[in-house]
């Protein structure tokens, strides 16, 4: 099945830094990759998803970049601010597989004022 | 427009029990998908519902079980509770067309304590 990894698993910055999450999967017939930001208490939300057959997306702050022939995507958050902390997952979904996500084990980022 | 809904937030119960969960999905969505997330193995795929059918299971022993009513609320059930199931239980639903980018939707999620 399809495997997905993350990096970094904490991910320290200033304020109006900005931070870049990486993961890569397993499974070259993925087609869609998501990412969910999860606050403390909270279950996890949608921020960002890309396809297959785009190589970026971008919503004001963030961006999804995505590399098929490496296998590997990438979040983008400039200008980071403090209501960005949290933890941040991504996952891909093979085909077959209906609705289902394989997730990544999740980004703990903090931003510092 | 409501969001996932998941009753009780928490529960506290003793090795052996048995313990049920509830999932409203998104009004519309045919579709529920049950996670179990814990700090060391953190999101993993339980099992997904569509229109009151088991379509997709994940890797968890038989004493992991759900079913899905007519009006696409979900209910997942976990019979003889042992130590290891502590965790945060999230439902999540989706339109269930099984378009290329289908959209998943998460609840807060039930907190299980297993003492």
């Known amino acids: 099945g399809e495997n997905v990894e993350q990096h970094p698993s904490t991910l320290s910055v200033q304020e109006g830094d900005s931070a870049v999450i990486k993961c890569t999967y397993s499974d070259s017939a993925s087609n869609y990759f998501p990412w969910y930001k999860q606050e403390l208490g909270k279950g996890p939300q949608l921020i960002i998803d890309i396809r297959s057959n785009v190589g970026e997306k971008k919503d004001q702050r963030i961006a999804v970049t995505l590399n098929k022939t490496a296998k590997h995507f990438s979040l983008h958050i400039t200008e980071t601010q403090p209501e960005d902390s949290a933890v941040y997952f991504c996952?891909?979904?093979?085909?077959?597989?209906?609705?289902?996500?394989?997730f990544g084990k999740g980004t703990m980022l903090l931003v510092s004022p | 427009k409501a969001g996932v809904t998941q009753t009780p937030r928490y529960l506290i119960k003793t090795r052996g029990q048995q313990v049920t969960l509830s999932c409203s999905p998104i009004?519309?969505?045919?579709?529920v998908s049950w996670y179990q997330q814990t700090p060391g193995q953190g999101l993993q795929f339980l099992f997904e519902?569509?229109?009151?059918?088991?379509?997709n299971k994940g890797n968890f022993p038989g004493r992991f079980s759900g079913r899905q009513f007519s009006n696409s609320r979900s209910e997942m059930n976990v019979s003889t509770l042992e130590l290891g199931d502590s965790a945060l239980y999230l439902c999540?639903?989706?339109?269930?067309?099984?378009?290329?980018?289908?959209?998943?939707?998460f609840g807060s999620g039930t907190q299980l304590s297993v003492l």
């Open positions: 009004s519309g969505h045919r579709s």
């Open positions: 996952a891909a979904r093979a085909p077959g597989g209906y609705s289902t996500l394989t």
């Open positions: 999540a639903s989706s339109l269930g067309r099984g378009d290329l980018n289908e959209k998943l939707f």
């Open positions: 519902y569509f229109s009151e059918t088991q379509r």
